[in-house]
């Protein structure tokens, strides 16, 4: 149930082409994988790819995952590399970096990462710093995952968006992927980093399926950390989001190319670095710009977007301010309405387009 | 094994008897050939523990002036580095170490090099005994591209193999060691980590929830309170409701230890490592020691303590002056070899010193660097939108 809801509220047309089936013919490579499963993929081809490589967390070995992420995981790899760590995000979290200098290469789980705020100061001034501190003389190849931002009628203490928080910070990478293939070639890559990787999931998304193609599907599908992608070309605004709101951005394009406004939709994949230079070019050919977040207003991951485009060669392109779209300045909501009004809908980025081009 | 073949001489402490006995054949003996069985006259405090650290020691001669030597490095550092602080060619933090050279040496008696220990920022004396140099040490201190971490970490930033700093933040340190200690059992190669931090530090909750932690997984660790009677101003007895550190552990076992005395915590170290590897989990040793200087080089440390308490630890409690009564009283050493090596440990704090002192500063190009391990180069920004600055791993 919870699957058609999400499934519903993102909006994304699922159906592919693989469903036909037909007499004499090998049915198409690509299949339907959701979200979850694909990074459930990832971390059990990275298990298996390197003994150094584990996993620890609230609830992810015998509960199969606080949201069925590791599923299966701890069956087949056992107490040693599956670890269930007592409700102490800042002693494991500590245990992690530690096990990340000693030669491991842990992945930790927060259960959400409202709960990291705990032990933001081992993923800053434990992992983060510690390779600049130390000139060169001790990496920390850790992965911190989690599902981040907003869910679903969770309140106030368990919505926020830490990307802008953890991008903030030199020393640290932050991704935040958006479909199946983004989650699972992220994940891969995270783990392989030699650095400390801060990887943003989206419960709402955890559910959706998405299409998976068969270079996907391989062991050593990996996606680099760094670049964004093109999900949709266009020629008359440039959306910019990432996570769930990418979603919402290819649904607001369907709408208003019924009226003729092609947008250019670029999922961005990873916050830090981020990928400027795909958002230059984008703007050098479209003249508008418009970022889509979920996370709050103020200094948030478009502010930054917004302040790099001012300072670099595509401001001349610009025919209008750039601007932002982001959740509403509050704490998170409760109730239904309430909470539906505080972050961006499909309206919002509509709305903001047609203000941006002035149509 | 040169222990059947040396000539050993039991000393009572408490005894007079002994004294004489042993008079009798001081001129019979050679140097080279001295161990002392030394027996201690007070017992550690326990926790949770059957048996404490033996009640004798064996100390060898080479032992002797090994730990000697390597006290007498660490302690002329410190002061050196104290000076030029105060010429303000060390600056920022400096946390200095002197009064409690029996800590460090000791542990390192009872670990091997390829075991592993990480300390918080107090962490000269470690930096030295896990095998940094003095010059290096020194160079970090004053900031030059000869410093250990390339003048990029400064004196709380320190690391060498096997050595995890030197860490800033009270407490952080603590899970990470634990950390470091599941390493340790996950590679399955009995080696383990040795976690230290301070009275102060002692009361942060991540420090318990790292216990609870080792102690549910069996993490080879052992956990060490240097209890040197202050958190930088504050007292124990205003600081912690309870101030037997080496109980805090609860469910840990823990022993008290005389922290001034490099033997006792040698053996007590033996005796936590031997815990530890033998797969028995965790243990908790808390050292009793004391620190000359005020928390930090801005810190006179008279404000919230006395000057008489301060010169009676020195004058009664000296780790250094310790060890040398026990080596010359035993005949172990004589006084000028003890000078001699006084003599070549401040020549070479003074070549250090100098080095540290006209060792040119990190190169500017350097500053961007380290912030990825390998990864190829990136443009990191500068102050300004026209400032693109390099970055290489």
Request: charged content about 25%; glycine content about 8%.
């Amino acid at each position: 149930m919870a699957s058609l809801r999400c499934f519903l509220r993102s909006g994304k047309n699922a159906v592919s082409a693989g469903l036909r089936r037909e007499f004499h013919r090998t049915p198409p490579a690509a299949v339907q994988v959701t979200v979850r499963d694909a990074l459930n993929q990832a971390m059990d081809e990275e298990l298996e790819r390197d003994e150094r490589v584990f996993l620890l967390g609230e609830e992810v070995a015998q509960y199969d995952g606080a949201y069925k992420i590791s599923r299966g995981l701890w069956k087949k790899y056992g107490d040693k590399r599956i670890i269930d760590t007592p409700i102490t995000e800042m002693g494991f979290a500590g245990i992690a970096v530690g096990a990340a200098m000693a030669g491991l290469r842990p992945i930790c789980e927060f259960m959400t990462f409202n709960f990291s705020m705990q032990a933001i100061d081992q993923v800053i001034n434990s992992a983060a710093k510690t390779y600049y501190m130390s000139a060169g003389l001790q990496p920390i190849p850790i992965v911190f995952r989690g599902p981040n931002g907003a869910s679903a009628g969770v309140a106030a203490q368990h919505s926020q968006c830490f990307a802008a928080w953890y991008s903030h910070c030199p020393g640290l990478k932050v991704v935040s992927p958006w479909s199946a293939e983004d989650s699972k070639g992220l994940l891969k890559s995270a783990i392989r980093d030699d650095n400390p990787v801060v990887f943003l999931e989206n419960e709402l998304m955890y559910g959706v399926p998405f299409e998976m193609s068969e270079e996907a599907q391989s062991k050593d599908f990996i996606i680099p950390i760094g670049k964004a992608k093109l999900e949709r070309q266009g020629n008359h605004v440039t959306l910019v989001s990432h996570s769930r709101m990418v979603s919402l951005c290819l649904d607001a394009a369907a709408v208003l190319a019924k009226e003729g406004i092609e947008c250019e939709v670029i999922n961005m994949r990873t916050i830090r670095p981020l990928d400027a230079e795909a958002i230059e070019t984008s703007i050098m050919k479209t003249n508008h710009l418009i970022t889509v977040e979920g996370g709050w207003p103020q200094f948030g991951v478009g502010a930054e977007i917004l302040a790099r485009i001012m300072e670099g060669p595509a401001f001349n392109y610009l025919d209008a301010p750039a601007v932002r779209v982001t959740g509403v300045d509050i704490p998170m909501p409760y109730a239904k309405i309430l909470e539906d009004n505080s972050i961006p809908q499909i309206k919002d980025i509509i709305f903001s387009v047609k203000k941006t081009l002035n149509v | 094994c040169r222990k059947a073949s040396a000539k050993v001489i039991t000393i009572n402490v408490s005894g007079g008897n002994s004294k004489e006995i042993f008079e009798l054949f001081t001129n019979k003996l050679v140097f080279s050939d001295f161990y002392l069985f030394y027996i201690f006259w007070q017992k550690c405090d326990l926790h949770k523990l059957e048996e404490g650290p033996p009640l004798q020691a064996v100390l060898s001669r080479e032992e002797g002036l090994q730990y000697y030597r390597t006290m007498q490095t660490m302690r002329r550092m410190e002061l050196k580095a104290d000076q030029l602080y105060k010429q303000k060619i060390i600056r920022g933090f400096c946390h200095l170490y002197d009064g409690q050279e029996a800590c460090a040496v000791g542990i390192e008696a009872g670990i091997n090099l390829s075991d592993h220990l990480i300390t918080a920022y107090r962490a000269h004396g470690y930096t030295l005994t896990r095998g940094g140099t003095v010059r290096e040490i020194m160079a970090e201190l004053t900031g030059r591209r000869g410093g250990i971490a390339k003048g990029k970490g400064g004196s709380m930033h320190m690391y060498t193999k096997h050595f995890y700093g030197g860490n800033g933040i009270v407490g952080a340190q603590v899970p990470l060691g634990a950390g470091v200690a599941l390493a340790c059992k996950y590679l399955g190669k009995n080696e383990l980590c040795v976690c230290l931090y301070g009275d102060g530090a002692a009361n942060q909750g991540q420090i318990f929830e790292t216990y609870n932690m080792a102690s549910l997984w069996k993490l080879p660790c052992i956990f060490i309170c240097e209890n040197n009677k202050y958190g930088m101003g504050t007292s124990v007895e205003r600081a912690a409701a309870s101030t037997d550190y080496y109980k805090r552990g609860d469910f840990i076992p823990g022993l008290r230890v005389d922290g001034m005395d490099v033997l006792c915590v040698r053996e007590a170290t033996k005796l936590a490592a031997e815990h530890c590897r033998s797969g028995k989990g965790p243990i908790l040793m808390e050292l009793q020691t004391y620190r000359y200087h005020g928390h930090s080089m801005s810190d006179p440390g008279v404000s919230y303590r006395t000057r008489d308490e301060i010169q009676e630890v020195r004058s009664k409690s000296d780790p250094i002056s310790m060890l040398k009564d026990r080596m010359l009283s035993n005949n172990m050493a004589s006084v000028e070899e003890l000078k001699e090596i006084d003599v070549e440990v401040r020549k070479e704090i003074e070549d250090a010193a100098q080095f540290a002192t006209t060792d040119p500063e990190p190169p500017l190009d350097d500053l961007c660097n380290h912030i990825f391990y390998n990864d190829p180069p990136m443009e990191v920004r500068g102050t300004n939108p026209w400032t693109k600055l390099k970055s290489v791993s």
